[in-house]
């Protein structure tokens, strides 16, 4: 069975630029998360798809930051502009369905660096 | 509000004495606990879940984990260690009511040595 699968494996850019991330679950996979690992913290949540719906994006910057599931299946996470507090290791994250009680597959995650 | 507390940031263990890594929630309503294990350069892994049912639940690697909702702990543990079993480890939480959102603890660095 194949992964999680997340590019580019790392990005660097400059503040105010724009970067995107692209996640592809695990297949059958109802639910998608995308983490935000600041070096040192444990992931926190951006937002959840439950299908193409968001189930939370309640710590979404949303000034900033967009994501969507138009298809149900991938997934494209926005920064635009970055700032430097932005850099990070982003996560995406799926499960079978969203209940709460479901493991979550990881993929290897996208390594941001804005300089 | 949920949260997760992991309050060592390092545990130093020599090869084949037993580990534990602690974790204590805070949650509304009954809890879904999980651990997962992020080694260097991949993704976190899954080690075990609790839900309901025995305390003692059992995973990968021959790890396992109690359940204490007295002391709303979920510590992790291993009767005998590997060097091949350090790591970053991670403690989570959702709870059941009110929403499913997921909460890591911050993390605790596992070194055995050999």
């Known amino acids: 069975e194949a992964g999680v699968a997340q590019s580019p494996r790392y990005k660097i850019i400059e503040k105010r630029q724009s970067v995107a991330f692209w996640c592809n679950p695990i297949?059958?996979?109802?639910?998608l998360y995308w983490y935000q690992q600041i070096l040192g913290q444990g992931p926190k949540l951006l937002i959840q798809?439950?299908?193409?719906?968001?189930?939370?994006d309640s710590q979404l910057p949303k000034d900033r930051f967009s994501a969507e599931r138009l298809k149900g299946v991938d997934s494209t996470l926005k920064i635009q502009p970055a700032k430097l507090e932005d850099s990070a290791v982003y996560l995406c994250?799926?499960?079978?369905?969203?209940?709460?009680?479901?493991?979550?597959?990881f993929g290897p995650g996208t390594r941001l660096t804005v300089l | 509000a949920q949260s997760v507390a992991q309050p060592e940031d390092q545990v130093n263990v020599a090869e084949g004495n037993p580990l534990t890594v602690k974790c204590t929630y805070s949650v509304s309503g009954n809890p879904y606990l999980f651990w997962y294990v992020q080694y260097p350069n991949r993704g976190l892994q899954f080690l075990l879940k609790y839900i309901t049912g025995d305390n003692l639940v059992k995973g990968s690697y021959g790890f396992e984990a109690e359940f204490n909702k007295s002391q709303t702990s979920f510590h992790l543990k291993k009767p005998s260690a590997l060097v091949s079993d350090s790591a970053l480890y991670f403690c989570a939480v959702s709870g059941n009511t009110g929403g499913f959102k997921t909460i890591f603890g911050a993390g605790t660095r596992l070194f055995v040595k050999a």
């Open positions: 297949s059958g996979h109802a639910t």
């Open positions: 798809f439950q299908n193409n719906g968001v189930v939370d």
């Open positions: 994250a799926s499960s079978l369905v969203g209940g709460g009680d479901n493991e979550q597959f």
